[in-house]
């Protein structure tokens, strides 16, 4: 299948790969033509602009958007709308609002254009991992791009099946659904952040709790100057608190056992912010969620052990790098 990318900075790079690799055609353009030559070697055609990516398409198009929220994918939709077709489909494929998106496809309608949100996990990871998706818009819409769908989701792999009701999707099962209408598909990926944000906070704090077991305001008899990352590697194999994140954690702790290398001045990329608002719009207690968010606001001021590891976090799932730490 054909496909227009824009945007090929950590994940949609990464998209491109993976759908090189599965056989599929990708059109791709950045503001920076050295991540457009930098996709050559692996099949993609190159745009220079805009107008050249949707010259390069074959009707009906669909063009992937992979952009920072707010004005660059704004302006991007909106310069696309002007040059694509009745008929053509603007895929969303970063951290968009979700009411943006419900705005956008009204707009798009009006016009004959399709739109389709899709809420993308996998950070910098996707490209071997898969990615997982949560896909908002109309059935057809979203059945048109299954094969994208398809190749850039993980797959079933190796984990153990649940035991699902008949006739549940099959998609689910490979890394990738249908959520419902246009919003749906961020807003699922926004709670997924807001989860994301909790998880990685009560790491951190029980991490930190156990970096700081030697601190000499305890009695002496209760001082342990403990493995921190061998802790973490141990907990690894069997614990029932295993997962990816910890996975990151005793990796990140491996190379840096007091994570020197980060100051803990931990952003917020906007979802966890919205999360706490929809919990606050349907009256919903998400007091752990809400301390998360809270906790990186805090880490701005000063800095403790736990919050070097949500930098570490960070880092290792999603290429971000916080502020240096200074000597």
Known sequence: MQLGVIGLGRMGGNITRRLARGGHSCVVYDRDPAAVSGLAGVGAAGASSLEDLVRQLQAPRHVWVMLPEGGPTEETITALAALLARGDTI????????????????????????YIDVGTSGGVWGLERGFCMMVGGS??????????????????????????????????????????????????????????????????????????????????????????????????????????LLDLS??????????????????DSGEGRWTIEAALEEAAPVPVLAAAVFARFRSRESHTFGEKLLSAMRFGFGGHVEPAAKA
């Open 250 to 267: 005793a990796q990140a702790l491996a190379g840096d056992a007091k994570l020197d290398a980060f100051t803990g001045d931990v952003a």
């Open 91 to 114: 895929i969303d494929g970063g951290n968009s609002f979700y009411r943006d998106d419900i705005r956008r496809a009204g707009e798009l309608d009006a016009k004959g254009l399709g």
């Open 139 to 244: 059935p057809a819409a979203v059945q048109a791009i299954d094969p994208i769908l398809k190749t850039l989701a993980p797959g079933e792999g190796q984990i153990p099946r649940t035991r699902r009701a008949a006739g549940a999707d099959p998609r689910v099962e490979q890394g990738y659904m249908h959520t419902g209408p246009v919003g749906s598909g961020h807003f699922v990926k926004m709670i997924h952040n807001g989860i994301e944000y909790g998880l990685m906070q009560a790491y951190a704090e029980g991490f930190d709790i156990l970096a700081n077991k030697a601190s000499g305001a305890l009695p002496e008899a209760e001082r342990f100057e403990l493995n921190v990352p061998d802790i973490a590697e141990v907990w690894r194999r069997g614990s029932v608190i295993t997962s990816w």
